[in-house]
């Protein structure tokens, strides 16, 4: 059998996660020839497929997915080493990968990364944003450093550290920004726009409104926060938005914001990585930058 190399088993890797050899040729910045060609020499040095091929997409064989455990644990390990020789060194270089998720990224991310380039040039920061329950799996595997997330995750391999408290407030048309700020019972009967279901900050506006995990009435589940206040704009109803996202998100939209009375809904952003991980210096000084950034 030839060597495996590194770089073969994360082309495996990506097409494992992808499932779609132009997504994965995407993801490691290749192009889906040179991707197809190193997967099969792979398959070639095992003596064995790795890979059902349909027309759409691509499955793992039995062999595979016990391959592709094994791989992980040694792709971990190699990252491992790198992390540890970074540990060393003074301050933040090389390579460090951050998890946002999508109702923080846009508001602190621009201000972060313009921060970290002109404090620390040798960093080479790669982001990753999605939900938390994806950022948590990424994490105990190994593939991002660090998340920025709303606190608590309760993961007792994971290390929380809390940045800020910020506020919830209420988005509501234009029309409306003179009457009384509602309270909790009189959301229950408004018609609440939500973010669909994954996001957590959904979950924040759900229990500040004392709803179960059940749709709120006849709503709108968007994806962004951005969209849910155009629908507000438009009429279609109210919802709610964290502080940091109020200055981007009312600019374009014809609608007003209201505050709640004590005690306010809020959540906690932090950020959190693996107990194991030898960066921890390196990320507590990220922490503090980010507080910094975000103007606390």
């Known amino acids: 059998m030839n060597n495996i190399t590194l770089k073969q088993l994360r082309y495996f890797e990506a097409l494992a996660a992808e499932a779609h050899f132009g997504r994965a040729a995407d993801a490691c910045a290749i192009s889906q020839p040179a991707l197809s060609v190193q997967i099969k020499e792979l398959e070639q040095s095992l003596g064995v497929a790795l890979f059902e091929r349909g027309p759409r997409q691509v ?3 039995a062999f595979g997915e016990e391959f592709g455990a094994r791989a992980r644990d040694i792709l971990r390990a190699v990252d491992g080493l790198g992390d540890l020789a970074r540990a060393t060194q003074c301050g933040l270089v090389g390579r460090l990968r951050i998890g946002v998720i999508p109702t923080i990224a846009p508001y602190l991310l621009p201000t972060l990364i313009s ?5 620390h040039p040798d960093l080479d ?5 999605t939900v938390t329950a994806r950022l948590v799996d990424e994490l105990h595997a190994g593939k991002i ?12 391999a994971l290390t929380e550290t809390a940045l800020f408290t910020e506020d919830l407030v209420l988005v509501r048309p234009a029309a409306d920004a003179a009457l009384p700020t509602p309270d909790q019972a009189a959301l229950r009967d408004m018609r609440l726009l939500l973010l669909e279901e994954g996001h957590c900050f959904r979950d924040h506006a759900l229990s500040f409104c004392n709803i179960g995990g059940g749709r709120p009435r006849d709503g709108l589940d968007g994806t962004s926060l951005s969209t849910l206040v155009q629908m507000v704009g438009a009429g279609i109803g109210v919802t709610l938005i964290p502080d940091m996202a109020v200055e981007i998100e009312t600019k374009s939209a014809p609608v007003g914001i209201a505050r709640f009375a004590e005690p306010q809904p809020t959540r906690t952003v932090g950020m959190v990585w693996r107990n194991s991980n030898p960066l921890a210096n390196q990320l507590t000084e990220l922490a503090a930058i980010v507080q910094t950034c975000a103007g606390h």
Do not use: C, G, Q
Not at 115 to 119: E, F, K, V, Y
Not at 125 to 129: I, L, M, P
């Open 145 to 156: 450093d660090t998340a920025i997330v709303a606190l608590p995750i309760a993961d007792a």
């Open 125 to 129: 920061v790669h982001v990753r944003e």
């Open 115 to 119: 921060d970290l380039a002109t404090r």
């Open 59 to 61: 499955r793992l064989t």
